[in-house]
C-alpha cells in the first residue's frame, strides 16, 4: 500500500501548483464569436437541476472490496485521486472521499486503491491474468506501457461491461471512438481520475512581452477562428529581437516560440494529423502517408530550425529553462502540458493560456495531445470476474467524480481560486474538451512517433525520406497487432 500522508502531500502541491496558471485581464469575454464546438466530455460540473444521473440498478453488494491499481514514478507528480480515507481539509482529498462515500454507501461496497510502480503494474497484470488470480478489479496503467496488456492479450473489451453507457458526459467520446481496436475497447479516458487532464498539451504565453510588442487580443484570435499556426509563428517572428546586441540569437535573446522536441506531436495533432488512424474495419492504419498530413509534418518540423521565431530547449545553457525564460519574459509562447503549472506557479511574470493552434481556419476541430508518459488509462483484466459489480460501480463512479470532483479540479481549483482572467477559463474548455488518442503515438508502430519527435536532435530534416525508411516496420507492426485483436475476438466468441 502506498503511503498515505505522500498521497495528501502530492494531492494538495497539485493543487497549489496551478496557482499560477493564469494572469490578470481586463477585458471580458466576446459577446460572439467563432469557437469549436467541444467533442470531447465535458470538464465542468453542473446544477443540480441539470445533473445527469447514470441509469443503474438499485443494488447491494454485501461489503464487496472493489480494488484499483495505479501507476506511480518515485519523483514524480502524481494526482492521488482514488480513494481518501478521511476529509483533511484538501480540497481534491476531501472531495475524492465524499464520491467514494456517496457510492460505497449507495451499493455497501468498499473503494481501495494500491499505487505501484508503472513497470510492476504492467507485470502484475500480465502474471496474474495468466495465473487466474485477481489482485485487482480495475488498472490504471501509465499509457505509455499500456499498449503491453493489450498485446499481451490480458485486457478485458470494455464493452462487454454491463450498465456502462460510453455517450454519458462522463466518459471522454473522442477515447472511446479513437482506442478501440476491431470493435473492442480495450482502454478509455473518463473523469474517474485527473492525471490525463494535467497531461494535456496547451500553449503558455507571456503577458508583458504581448502588451510590449502590441502583439493584440491573443483569446480574440480563438474566439475569431484565427488562432492557426501561421499565425503563431508570424506573431512569434514579430517579437523575437537580439536583446543584447551581439548579433547573435540564442537564450539571452527574446523568442516567439521555446519548445522541447514534443513540440512535434503537440502541433501535429493540434493540426489535425494523426501517425495512425483507423479502417472501416475499426483497425488501424498508416495515416501518414498522405498529402495533408507529409506537408503538416514537414512544415512543423521545419520551424524547429528556423530561428527567426523558434528556440529548441537544446540550445540553452548555463542553468536556463523556460521557466526561467518566462520570468525573465523572454519569450512570447511556450508549448507544454498543462502539469507544468507546478514549475509556473513561482513565476511572476503574468501569463495566460492557449490551445495548441489549428493547422488553418478551414479545420473543424481543434486537438490536444495526452501526453503517453505522464498519463493514465482505465483498463480491466481479461479474468475479471465480477463484471456486473464492476459495470455498475466504474458507470457510478465516473458519473460522480463529473459533478464532486472533476469541479473541485477543474471549477474551484482553475476557475474560482486561481484563474485570473475568464478567458482563461473558455480557453482550458476547448483545451480538455478536444483531446487526440493517436494510435500511432499509443503502439508506437515502427517507433515513427519516437523518430519524428528526435528529428531535432537528430538533425532528421526531411521528413518524406524518414517516413519512407519507417512506414514498413509501421505497417508489420499494425498487421501483428490485427493477429491479436482478431485471436482475442475469436477466443472470446
Not at 121 to 130: E, Q, Y
Request: proline share 3%.
Amino acid at each position: 500500500m502506498y503511503d498515505r500522508p505522500l498521497r495528501i502531500l502530492s494531492a494538495l502541491l497539485a493543487a497549489v501548483a496551478l496557482a499560477g496558471l493564469f494572469a490578470c485581464s481586463d477585458s471580458g469575454r466576446p459577446k460572439s464569436g467563432s469557437v469549436t464546438e467541444p467533442s470531447g466530455s465535458t470538464q465542468t460540473g453542473g446544477d443540480e437541476e441539470t445533473r445527469i444521473y447514470p441509469d443503474l440498478p438499485d443494488k447491494k453488494f454485501d461489503g464487496y472490496n472493489f480494488r484499483m491499481a495505479h501507476w506511480e514514478i518515485d519523483g514524480w507528480t502524481i494526482i492521488y485521486d482514488l480513494d481518501a480515507d478521511e476529509e483533511t481539509g484538501d480540497i481534491i482529498n476531501d472531495s475524492v472521499y465524499k464520491r467514494n462515500l456517496a457510492i460505497e454507501e449507495k451499493y455497501n461496497v468498499e473503494i481501495t486503491a494500491d499505487y505501484i510502480n508503472h513497470a510492476e503494474l504492467i507485470n502484475t497484470c500480465v502474471k496474474t491474468v495468466r495465473a487466474g488470480d485477481l489482485p485487482y478489479d480495475v488498472y490504471f496503467p501509465r499509457t505509455y506501457e499500456s499498449t503491453q496488456l493489450v498485446q499481451q492479450s490480458v485486457l478485458l473489451d470494455l464493452h462487454t461491461l454491463p450498465y456502462i453507457d460510453w455517450d454519458k458526459p462522463w466518459w471522454d467520446s473522442q477515447s472511446v471512438a479513437e482506442l478501440s481496436l476491431g470493435g473492442m475497447l480495450p482502454m478509455v479516458e473518463g473523469d474517474i481520475t485527473l492525471m490525463d487532464k494535467s497531461a494535456t498539451a496547451c500553449i503558455f504565453y507571456n503577458k508583458k512581452v504581448q502588451t510590449d510588442n502590441a502583439v493584440g487580443d491573443l483569446y480574440q484570435l480563438v474566439y475569431n477562428n484565427e488562432w492557426t499556426l501561421d499565425k503563431m509563428i508570424s506573431l512569434g517572428r514579430s517579437v523575437t529581437a537580439d536583446l543584447n546586441g551581439d548579433s547573435v540569437l540564442d537564450g539571452n535573446d527574446r523568442w516567439g516560440v521555446v519548445a522541447y522536441d514534443d513540440w512535434t506531436y503537440i502541433m501535429l495533432h493540434g493540426s489535425g494529423g494523426r501517425y495512425a488512424s483507423k479502417d472501416e474495419d475499426d483497425y488501424p492504419i498508416i495515416a501518414f502517408d498522405n498529402e495533408r498530413t507529409l506537408t503538416v509534418a514537414q512544415k512543423i518540423l521545419d520551424c524547429m530550425w528556423d530561428e527567426t521565431f523558434f528556440l529548441h530547449t537544446n540550445k540553452l545553457k548555463d542553468g536556463q529553462t523556460p521557466i526561467t525564460m518566462m520570468a525573465a519574459d523572454q519569450m512570447l509562447f511556450y508549448v507544454e502540458r498543462i502539469v507544468v503549472t507546478e514549475r509556473l506557479r513561482a513565476v511572476e511574470s503574468d501569463f495566460g493560456i492557449l490551445p495548441a493552434p489549428k493547422f488553418d481556419a478551414n479545420q473543424k476541430n481543434y486537438g490536444h495531445s495526452v501526453s503517453i508518459h505522464t498519463s493514465g488509462i482505465l483498463t480491466v483484466p481479461l479474468n475479471a470476474v465480477e463484471t456486473e459489480i464492476t459495470g455498475i460501480l466504474l458507470e457510478a463512479l465516473a458519473a460522480e467524480s463529473k459533478y464532486v470532483v472533476i469541479p473541485s479540479y477543474y471549477d474551484i481549483v482553475l476557475k474560482d481560486k486561481y484563474t485570473r482572467d475568464a478567458e482563461s477559463v473558455d480557453m482550458l474548455d476547448i483545451i480538455l474538451q478536444n483531446r487526440v488518442y493517436d494510435l500511432g503515438e499509443f503502439y508506437q508502430f515502427g517507433r515513427f512517433n519516437e523518430l519524428y519527435l528526435r528529428a531535432y536532435p537528430n538533425n532528421k530534416r526531411d521528413l518524406v525520406s524518414l517516413f519512407t525508411q519507417n512506414s514498413k516496420k509501421m505497417q508489420t507492426e499494425i498487421d501483428r497487432l490485427i493477429k491479436t485483436i482478431e485471436k482475442q475476438k475469436e477466443a472470446a466468441a
